[in-house]
Nanobody, 119 residues
Framework: QVQLAESGGGSVQAGGILNLSCVVQ????????MAWFRQAPGAEREKVAD???????TYADSVAGRFTVSRNNALKTAYLQMKNLKPEDTAMYYC?????????????WGQGTQVTVSS
């Protein structure tokens, strides 16, 4: 069973930087899409970025130019670097994975890590 283990997150002031990591465990191969989602209290879950197995990335408009998603297939790890953070970026962040392409529902989820940005 594929499992995702997240790390990173925490509290930072507006304009700061945080980095998240997500290790994929027990995957039989590297042909999967990785994505980062976030959910703030009372809000719907939002996909902020994804990256496919060849490194093609997409971003939500709300984070484009500030967040960077990357992956290291040898380490089976995906990363989310978040720069120029804003209070509205405060949310629980989740990594997710699905085999093959990025279109479609994600089958595997991390436990979530809290990101809090103060003004």
């Amino acid at each position: 069973q594929v499992q995702l283990a997240e790390s990173g997150g925490g509290s930072v002031q507006a304009g700061g930087i945080l980095n998240l990591s997500c290790v994929v465990q027990h995957s039989p191969h590297n042909s999967y899409c990785m994505a980062w989602f976030r959910q703030a209290p009372g809000a719907e879950r939002e996909k902020v970025a994804d990256i496919n197995n060849v490194g093609t990335t997409t971003y939500a408009d709300s984070v484009a130019g500030r967040f960077t998603v990357s992956r290291n297939n040898a380490l089976k790890t995906a990363y989310l670097q978040m720069k120029n953070l804003k209070p509205e970026d405060t949310a629980m962040y989740y990594c997710a994975a699905r085999f093959w392409h990025c279109n479609g529902p994600f089958n595997y989820w991390g436990q979530g890590t809290q990101v809090t940005v103060s003004s």
